[in-house]
Nanobody, 128 residues
C-alpha cells in the first residue's frame, strides 16, 4: 500500500521559512516523480514544485512562477523522502500543501491528473 506522509507545516510570520517533508512508502520511490501541490480555501489545487528523474542520475525540476526563487525541492532516495524548504513566505502562500507521486512526462509534470498517489496534506499558514 502506497503511503505519502507530509510534515513540517505550521504557522509562520510573513518573511519567515518552513521546511516541508514528504515520506513515502510502498512504492519504488526512486522511479517516481514527486510533486508538491497546494490548495488555498476557495481555490483550485495547484502545483508548486516537482522533481522528475531523467535518464541517468539527473533530475528535471519544475517550479511554479509564484514560488520560483523562494522554494527549493529536493529528494533523498535513500530515505524515500522529498523536501520543500520555503523561504520568504507571504500570506499568499497560506494553503494546505500536498505531496504526490506519479509518472508524468516533462510536459505534464504540473498536472494534478498525472499523479496517482497523494498524501493527506499539511497546513501552512503565513500571518501578515
Amino acid at each position: 500500500q502506497v503511503q505519502l506522509v507530509e510534515s513540517g507545516g505550521g504557522l509562520v510570520q510573513a518573511g519567515g521559512s518552513l521546511r516541508l517533508s514528504c515520506a513515502a512508502s510502498g512504492l519504488t520511490f526512486s522511479s517516481y516523480t514527486i510533486g508538491w501541490f497546494r490548495q488555498a480555501p476557495g481555490k483550485e489545487r495547484e502545483v508548486v514544485a516537482a522533481l522528475r528523474r531523467r535518464a541517468g542520475s539527473t533530475y528535471y525540476t519544475y517550479y511554479s512562477d509564484s514560488v520560483k526563487g523562494r522554494f527549493t525541492i529536493s529528494r533523498d532516495n535513500a530515505r524515500n523522502t522529498v523536501y520543500l524548504p520555503m523561504d520568504s513566505l507571504t500570506p499568499d502562500d497560506t494553503a494546505v500543501y500536498y505531496c504526490a507521486a506519479g509518472r508524468p512526462t516533462t510536459s505534464s509534470i504540473m498536472l494534478r491528473g498525472s499523479y496517482a498517489y497523494w498524501g493527506q496534506g499539511t497546513q501552512v499558514t503565513v500571518s501578515s
